[in-house]
């Protein structure tokens, strides 16, 4: 069965600079949440995307910014990246009304030198 | 805001052994998640369980749906050294049945297995 895609699956920056991670979620799923984990703790919500618009809103810095597309696609931007930033990140996708059960994808590593 | 505590923290077995390990919260939920999570890698849905009192099972995995909504637990029996990784309980934030919300994660049960 298809899952949740995530890309890239590793990423280095520079301080500073931008960055956008890419999720295709499961198909006909039509929510989208991000994630992000620290190392060794556990995953921390950053946003979510139902039908498009944004549903939620947790722990997102104001550098973060995030969309759903028309094709249910969804992109997290970073920008002026910082190294606290380094984690991993984490798309996930659910169908409304199927019992809140949460597919996560294989995640995006970043790093910030 | 809402918080779910795992017990134990981690834990160190041998193969073939049976594992318990639960999740409390401070408020209730509607659905609970197990998620195992290996190294660098996403969760992996275990079990779903969606109504107070449920005991599911997958494969050697039993897990169960506390009366009061607000804990669960989850066995592995038999384990084998695959069964190694990160166990996650977790749970739709608002506990709002029927509606996509975002997850609250406990803090994590890291197992080992030793031959």
């Known amino acids: 069965a298809a899952g949740v895609i995530q890309s890239p699956r590793h990423l280095i920056k520079e301080k500073r600079e931008t960055a956008t991670l890419k999720c295709y979620p499961i198909?006909?799923?039509?929510?989208v949440y991000w994630y992000q984990q620290g190392p060794g703790q556990d995953p921390q919500f950053l946003i979510s995307?139902?039908?498009?618009?944004?549903?939620d809103k947790g722990s997102i810095p104001d550098r973060f910014s995030a969309q759903q597309f028309s094709d249910y696609h969804s992109e997290l931007n970073m920008s002026s990246l910082e190294l606290g930033d380094s984690a991993l990140y984490f798309c996930?996708?659910?169908?409304?009304?199927?019992?809140?059960?949460?597919?996560f994808g294989e995640g995006s590593w970043l790093t910030v030198v | 805001g809402q918080q779910l505590n795992q017990s134990p923290q981690s834990m160190f077995i041998q193969e073939g052994e049976d594992v318990s390990m639960n999740c409390t919260s401070s408020?209730?939920?509607?659905?609970w998640l197990w998620y195992k999570q290996d190294p660098g890698e996403g969760p992996v849905l275990l079990i779903a369980l969606y109504k107070a009192g449920e005991l599911t099972s997958n494969g050697r995995l039993t897990a169960q749906f506390g009366i009061t909504r607000k804990d669960s637990f989850l066995n592995i029996s038999a384990s084998i050294p695959s069964d190694v990784g990160i166990y996650f309980c977790?749970?739709?934030?608002?506990?709002?049945?029927?509606?996509?919300?975002?997850?609250?994660f406990g803090t994590g049960t890291r197992l080992q297995v030793t031959l």
């Open positions: 408020s209730i939920f509607n659905t």
């Open positions: 996930a996708s659910s169908l409304m009304g199927a019992g809140n059960t949460i597919y």
């Open positions: 995307f139902y039908e498009k618009m944004q549903s």
């Open positions: 977790a749970g739709p934030g608002g506990g709002n049945t029927g509606t996509a919300s975002k997850l609250t």
């Open positions: 198909p006909r799923h039509d929510t």
